[in-house]
C-alpha cells in the first residue's frame, strides 16, 4: 500500500483544513487507515480511525468534534476534516494503513510522507 498526503498548509485559529491520503495498492478492505500528527520534540500521536470496509471510526479523545475522519471508495482516499484548529494542532500530519487496528504509532505497517499544518494565533 502507498499513500500520498496532501492538504496541509497555513491556517489561522479557529479555521478549517482538510488532509488527503490517496491510497494505491490496495489489495483488501479488510484495512484500517489512520492519522497521526507530530509536533517538534514531541511523539507521534494518534489521531483517528476508519475501517476502511465498514466505514467504521474511531478518535483520539481530545479531538472529538473538530476532526473527522472519512474515506471515499471511489477515489481511494482517506480525509481528515480539521475545524476550529487551535494552535496547539500545529503538526506534521501522517496518513498510516494497517491490516489491524491503530492506535498507536508502532503498528501502521505503511506510512505516507507528512503533511505541515500550522496554525497561528
Known amino acids: 500500500v502507498q499513500l500520498q498526503a496532501s492538504g496541509g498548509g497555513l491556517v489561522q485559529a479557529g479555521g478549517s483544513l482538510r488532509l488527503s491520503c490517496a491510497v494505491s495498492?490496495?489489495?483488501?478492505?479488510?484495512?484500517?487507515f489512520g492519522w497521526f500528527r507530530q509536533a517538534p520534540g514531541k511523539e507521534r500521536d494518534f489521531v483517528a480511525q476508519i475501517a476502511w470496509r465498514a466505514g467504521t471510526t474511531r478518535y483520539r479523545d481530545s479531538l472529538k468534534g473538530r476532526f473527522r475522519i472519512s474515506r471515499d471508495s471511489a477515489e481511494s482516499t482517506v480525509y481528515l476534516q480539521m475545524n476550529n484548529l487551535k494552535p496547539e494542532d500545529t503538526a506534521v500530519y501522517y496518513c498510516a494503513s494497517s491490516a489491524g487496528a491503530i492506535s498507536t504509532a508502532a503498528e501502521p505497517d505503511n506510512w505516507g510522507q507528512g503533511t505541515q499544518v500550522t496554525v497561528s494565533s
Open positions: 495498492g490496495l489489495t483488501t478492505s479488510d484495512s484500517f
